[in-house]
């Protein structure tokens, strides 16, 4: 008889053992602290960058506001602190990832690729935003230039169409690919896959330029970060990929 078949067969798989259990416990902090990290520095960013005059404010009150220095820099602080945003979501894509593929048998190569682009293209034209709202207030504050009413009224109208018409639907690609994905591979509760579905299609469909719709993907992400920190405490029992019985057959050759 041959018996090393059964040798290979009764190994624990690297999917089974202590050590990827903790990994993939550590994986799923991971991307839950970075998640959240970028919840908050997104929706702290863009409150300090709307405290700024609106459409409809006179010639009068956009050179008053962008003479003052402490009004200048409250801008410029939401600008300074978007970049940081932006590298707390990369870091949460990658981990994500990695947190996926350790938990589920089988991944979606297209849809994963998908949620990769659409994530790296929200974070390119939430920058390009915070960019166009803040341009007068860096040109005043370091390089002395005019305030222009215009730029004051235009540039922040334009860094408005940007997040919330076309970073909003990166987003909502990068919500509807997660909650698929999460959904086929069942590592969060259903509840939460069947919900995204839901954000997703309110993300792309939303036709409008309030400003508050930018703040509904950080929450998401909050709430997914808060589903991640429970199922880490659960993975030794819940998303370990369970032991495979050997056939008989794989055993025993005569």
Sequence with gaps: ???????????????????????LRNA????????????????GSSLLLANRPGVHATTAEITEYYDSESSRRVLLVGLYLMPFAGIA????????????????????????NIQLVSG???????????????????SVEFSDGEIDPVVAHQFPEFGSALLLVFALRMAAMFVLTTSTIARKSRVVPMWFAWSGYVVSLFLLLSASLEPWLAYVFPVWLLVLSVVLLRSSRKIPS?????????????????
């Design 1 to 23: 008889m041959e018996v090393a078949a059964a040798a290979a067969a009764a190994e624990p798989s690297a999917k089974q053992t202590p050590e990827h259990a903790r990994s």
């Design 28 to 43: 799923a902090r991971l991307t839950a602290a970075v998640g959240a990290l970028h919840a908050l520095l997104f929706l």
């Design 89 to 112: 979501f990369i870091w949460f894509i990658v981990a994500l990832r990695m947190w996926v593929e350790g938990s589920a048998q089988r991944v979606n190569i297209l849809l994963s």
């Design 120 to 138: 790296i293209l929200y974070v390119a034209l939430f920058f390009t935003a915070a960019a166009s709202t803040s341009v007068l207030a860096a």
């Design 238 to 254: 819940d998303l370990l990929i369970p032991t495979r019985t050997p056939r008989p057959s794989a055993i025993i050759q005569q």
